[in-house]
C-alpha cells in the first residue's frame, strides 16, 4: 500500500489513517480539532500535518472526504456549511501542495456509500444505493462497480426526488421532495404541525422536537409520533421502489442518525418500495440497515486512496 492516507474531515474534528489493505487502516487513527472558525488554508493545513503524522513522513497519495458538495474531477469544493470559506475553493491543490503527494477529494456521503459497498452491507454487488438519513438526506450510487458522480459531481442526490407535491419545502427550498418528508429534521417539523394543529399528543409542546424525542413517543405508543414514522417510512420506500426500477440494485443501505429508528420504519418502507417497485428487481434487492455506522467516512476514504492511486 506504500504510504496511503485517508482523511475524514468533518466540520468539528478531522480523522486521518494509513492504509493497510483496499478497506482497511492502521491504527493509532489521528484526530485533530478542525480549525474551522481560522479559515480553509488553516483546515488544510491541518489535514496536510494529520496525514504525515499517520503516514509517518511525506505519504504517496491522500484520498479525502468532505461534507459539501463539491466536484472530485476538478477538484473544487462548492460549498460546506460547516466549513467557513470553502466557497468555490481549489481545495485538492491546496492539499496537494501543503502535503507535498497526489490528491483526491470526495463528498463524504459518497465516500461513506463507497465503504458500505467495498466493505459493509453492500459488499459483493455491483450496483448499489447508499442512503444516508439525518438532519438531511444524502447518499452514494454504486453502479457496476463505479461510484456515479455525475455532472461536477452532482449525482446522488437521492433525498430530493419528488414524493408529494403538496408536500412540506426541504432544506434547499424544494416543495414536496423527499428531505421534507423523510429526514430527522423533516419528521420533527411534521410533528410539530401536528401539535399546532391541536392534535392529541404526548410529545412535549413547549421546546423542539427531534427525531429521537419523537421514536419514543412512537414506541410508547403515541399515535402522532408513529404515524410521522410511518409517512417517512413510507416516502423512503416509495422512493426505493423508484430507484429500483430505474436502477436495479442488488441492495440498498440505509445509514446515519436514523437508523437507531429504523424499527420504526422498517415495515411502512418495505410497504411503500412494493408500490412501486416491480416485482423482478424488488426480489432481488436486499433492504436494511448500514453496517459501518461513523467508520463509514474513514473506511470510504481510506478505500479511495486505495482506488486512486494504485501503483502507490
Ligand atoms: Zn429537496
Not at 480549525?35 to 488544510?44: E, K, L, M, T, Y
Not at 414524493?163 to 432544506?171: A, E, F, L
Not at 417539523?189 to 419514543?216: F, H, N, V, Y
Request: hydrophobic share 45%; net charge negative; proline share 7%.
Amino acid at each position: 500500500m506504500g504510504r496511503l492516507v485517508g482523511i475524514d474531515l468533518g466540520g468539528t474534528s478531522i480523522r486521518a489513517a494509513v492504509a493497510t489493505g483496499p478497506t482497511s487502516y492502521g491504527t493509532p487513527v489521528v484526530r485533530r480539532a478542525t480549525p474551522a472558525s481560522d479559515g480553509p488554508r488553516a483546515v488544510i493545513d491541518a489535514c496536510a500535518e494529520a496525514a504525515r503524522e499517520a503516514a509517518g513522513g511525506t505519504p504517496e497519495g491522500i484520498a479525502i472526504g468532505i461534507p459539501g458538495p463539491l466536484d472530485p474531477t476538478g477538484g473544487i469544493v462548492f460549498a460546506a456549511p460547516h466549513l467557513p470559506g470553502f466557497e468555490n475553493l481549489p481545495a485538492r491543490d491546496m492539499l496537494a501542495e501543503a502535503a507535498g503527494c497526489p490528491v483526491a477529494i470526495h463528498n463524504d456521503s459518497n465516500l461513506a456509500g463507497y465503504a458500505e459497498w467495498a466493505a459493509g452491507m453492500g459488499r459483493g454487488t455491483h450496483s448499489f444505493v447508499f442512503v444516508i438519513v439525518g438532519t438531511g438526506i444524502g447518499g452514494a450510487l454504486i453502479v457496476d462497480g463505479n461510484l456515479r458522480v455525475g455532472v461536477a459531481g452532482t449525482a446522488a442526490e437521492v433525498g430530493h426526488v419528488p414524493c408529494d407535491p403538496d408536500g412540506p419545502v426541504c432544506g434547499q427550498g424544494h416543495p414536496g421532495c423527499l428531505e421534507g418528508i423523510a429526514s430527522g429534521t423533516g419528521i420533527a417539523r411534521q410533528a410539530e404541525a401536528a401539535l399546532r394543529a391541536g392534535e392529541a399528543s404526548s410529545l412535549p409542546r413547549d421546546r423542539p422536537l427531534d427525531g429521537a424525542i419523537i421514536a419514543r413517543a412512537a414506541r410508547a405508543g403515541d399515535a402522532v409520533a408513529a404515524r410521522v414514522y410511518a409517512e417517512a417510512g413510507r416516502a423512503l420506500g416509495r422512493s426505493f421502489g423508484g430507484l429500483i426500477n430505474i436502477l436495479g440494485p442488488e441492495a440498498i443501505a440505509v445509514g446515519g442518525g436514523v437508523t437507531g429508528q429504523f424499527d420504526l420504519l422498517e415495515g411502512p418502507l418495505r410497504r411503500g418500495m412494493a408500490e412501486i417497485a416491480f416485482a423482478t428487481p424488488l426480489g432481488h434487492c436486499r433492504v436494511g440497515k448500514a453496517e459501518l455506522g461513523s467508520d463509514a467516512g474513514l473506511v470510504g476514504a481510506v478505500a479511495w486512496a486505495v482506488r486512486s492511486f494504485p501503483g502507490s
